[in-house]
Structure formats: structure tokens, C-alpha cells
């Protein structure tokens, strides 16, 4: 006897089958939204993020730190003060002017200190003003020697101490050749000059 298979009944459960694939699709696809609609919330859902401030960097004091002055000579006598608001007479220029420094008279030769804790700016040399570094001692202040020997035992990126040698005093700012040997040294902070003197006078710390 043969047996006959009803190709009806079989057409029938092929529909139901692929409904139930659509379905778990279906159901997959709405999870996949919604989490994608719901984690960029939670991951924003942060009211109070933290911010992070850059200190001064690891060369530098901070703001809180106490910062030690030094004389920039061990051996030396002022030969002409800071004066920005009284005209000065130069000796070499012949004529009356400001003074944006001051003048420490030593020996030619004479070691020249850095005043504070600090990170070489610059090394340069310049027609008017002779060998010249910028040191900055962090929270914008930076002291600037002139007048400097060619001799120079730093370089720009050097990190030096209170009393560190960066040099020598020697006669080679044009626009002070009259004055000798000396040491111009100048100072200036967020930009602005400033009297060493207002630092220097204050003993150990300020």
C-alpha cells in the first residue's frame, strides 16, 4: 500500500515557522534601540564631572611653595638702581633715560648666581645687550641677566637652583659699556618690569 503525504498540511506549518523567526528578529531589533537610546543617557547623566586644572609642571613652584632669593653676586655693589619713574643719566648713551634693572658692580669674571629656583628660558646674544639668559621661576616671574662673558655653563631648557652659577660678568652690553664690568639684571612679572630689589631686599623668602 502506498502512503500519501497531504502537501497541504506541510504548506500550512511553513507560514508559522517564519512568523516566529520575524518575531525573535523583531524583538531583537527593539532591545538594540532602546539600548542604544538608553546608555548615551546614562553615560551623560553625570552633573558634576571632574575638571582637571594643569599645575605649574614639575620644573617650577607652585603657588604655594616658598620661593628663596639669593644675591646674583657673592661679592658685588649696586652701581645704578631700578628707575622707572626718575630719569637717569648713561654714561654711554649721553643722555638722560629710565633704568629698567639694576646695576651690580663686580669683577670681570665674577660668578653670576641664578636668584631663585627656576627653568632656563633662553640663551641669546644680542648687539645691545651682550650675553643674555632669561630664567623663569614659575608663576610669571622670570629674571633676566645681561652682560654676561661668553662663557656660559647653562643652556635653554636647564632646570637650576637658588644659587646655581649661570655665568660671568664681563662688558659686553653696548648700551652700558661706559659703566665697566657689572652685572644688569632685570626682572619682570606676568610681563611687566619689576624691581629686582623688591625680591632680592626681602632676605630669604618672599
Not at 643719566?89 to 629698567?100: D, G, I, Q, V
Not at 631648557?157 to 659703566?179: F, N, P, R
Request: cysteine-free.
Amino acid at each position: 500500500m502506498k502512503t500519501y503525504h497531504n502537501s497541504n498540511q506541510n504548506n500550512q506549518k511553513q507560514p508559522k515557522n517564519k512568523k516566529g523567526l520575524i518575531a525573535v528578529v523583531a524583538s531583537l531589533a527593539l532591545i538594540i534601540i532602546a539600548l542604544a537610546i538608553v546608555l548615551p543617557i546614562t553615560l551623560s547623566g553625570n552633573d558634576n564631572p571632574q575638571q582637571v586644572v594643569p599645575g605649574p609642571g614639575p620644573d617650577l613652584p607652585s603657588s604655594t611653595d616658598p620661593v628663596t632669593y639669593v644675591s646674583p653676586l657673592e661679592e658685588s655693589s649696586v652701581a645704578k638702581e631700578y628707575s622707572m619713574d626718575t630719569l637717569v643719566h648713561s654714561a654711554t648713551l649721553k643722555r638722560w633715560m629710565t633704568h629698567n634693572g639694576v646695576d651690580f658692580k663686580a669683577e670681570k669674571g665674577s660668578k653670576v648666581r641664578a636668584i631663585a629656583d627656576g627653568k632656563v628660558e633662553s640663551v641669546t646674544n644680542t648687539n645691545l645687550d651682550g650675553n643674555v639668559i632669561v630664567i623663569s621661576h614659575g608663576n610669571g616671574l622670570v629674571s633676566i641677566y645681561k652682560s654676561l662673558g661668553e662663557d656660559i655653563p647653562v643652556e635653554e631648557g636647564d632646570t637650576v637652583k637658588a644659587g646655581d652659577v649661570i655665568g660671568y660678568v664681563d662688558v659686553t652690553m653696548m648700551t652700558e659699556m661706559q659703566d665697566g664690568a657689572h652685572l644688569h639684571l632685570e626682572m619682570t612679572l606676568d610681563g611687566k618690569q619689576v624691581n629686582p630689589m623688591d625680591y632680592l631686599s626681602m632676605g630669604d623668602e618672599k
